[in-house]
């Protein structure tokens, strides 16, 4: 029989019902503990009234043209240009991940007219065909994406540093693009001086230097964005999932005004739905609640978590943004059987809790987890 649907992600038996809080409830009314919050998505936690309410009270425009004046663009806008560590940067209307990703590399390619970005292979910076041949994922189906991208393979990091640096002073790379923590590769925290190395690197040859931070911000890592960790200062930052801890889809290109400069021409971009103004309350009234309250959570629950999961196994990460090596291939199916829903890639599992996530429920997924280790 033909589907309806066409499901390109085998479906998790797991038909939702509703979510609140950090639990996902089924169709049978089973309750799982959500472990994972749509990957990255569910920082401030599902369903939260004064999120959820800030959109239901909304009486503004049901549209705005990216053509026209908004205020609360302004607005949110203003606050998320504050969230930085420096100042100095401006940035652009997305509706997700992906065209925040695309717009910093076409931002790239518009500031230094280069043609080649340095990324890190088989990592996963979203579905465009540029975001994937960063990463070289589907060049079977997809490709040949060609030879505008080097691909930089995990492994010994001193030499991993070295070869990123050589290939940025060779003086024609557009931009190097990372999470600042891999979270698409399982998880992985790349040593400071790796950043610091690459961003000087950058600096010398004016190559961009990019963060994607659709994973690790808004609190994920227990600083607001996960480059923080490295006392490094990013040309371009994207950011989609939870900014709005997925209350409305929305994204965002964030980028040093000074670069930002070589979009001023007509129509160097244009997202019809790129802050479409329910997204925008969603937005800041999400900003609003993870606060700093949600950060300082995340840093002790981090801790906790990292703390008692060390005692039977090597976990890996900061803050909520949790991975480690697994022996039971079934861990994942097993944990959901259990009522916990966590992520197993290859041989690692991964672990992004909401940022409001208490000891006790902390206490109840490690058990579930030491159970089918
Ligand atoms: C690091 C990273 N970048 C980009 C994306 C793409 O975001 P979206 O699915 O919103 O397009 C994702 C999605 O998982 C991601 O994890």
Redesign the pocket.
Known sequence: MTEPLFREVAPIPLDVASCNGSYIIDKRGKRYLDFIMG??VGNAGWNKKVISDSMKKFSGPTYVSPTYKYSRWEVLAKKLVSLMPQKGYTCFRA???????ELALKISKAYNHRNKFIAFDG??????LA?LGLVGIHEDKFGPYGESYIRLKLGDWEETTQKTVDAINRGDISAFIS?PIL??LGVIVPPVSFFKEVRDACSKTDTLFIM?????GFGRTGKVFGFEHYDVKPDIV?I??GFSSGYA?I?ATIADARIAESMRFDFSNYSTFGWHPLAVESALANIQYIGTRLIKNTEKMGSVLSDKLSEFCKPEGKGLCIGFRIKNPNLENDCRNDGLLINVMGKRAVLFPALDISKNEIEKAVKIIENNF
Request: net charge negative; proline share 3%; with cysteine.
């Open positions: 990957w990255c509706t997700g991940g992906t065209e925040a990703v990592a996963y910076h979203g579905q465009s975001c999470e979270c698409n994607d931070e659709v994973a690790t994207a989609a999932k889809p994204g």
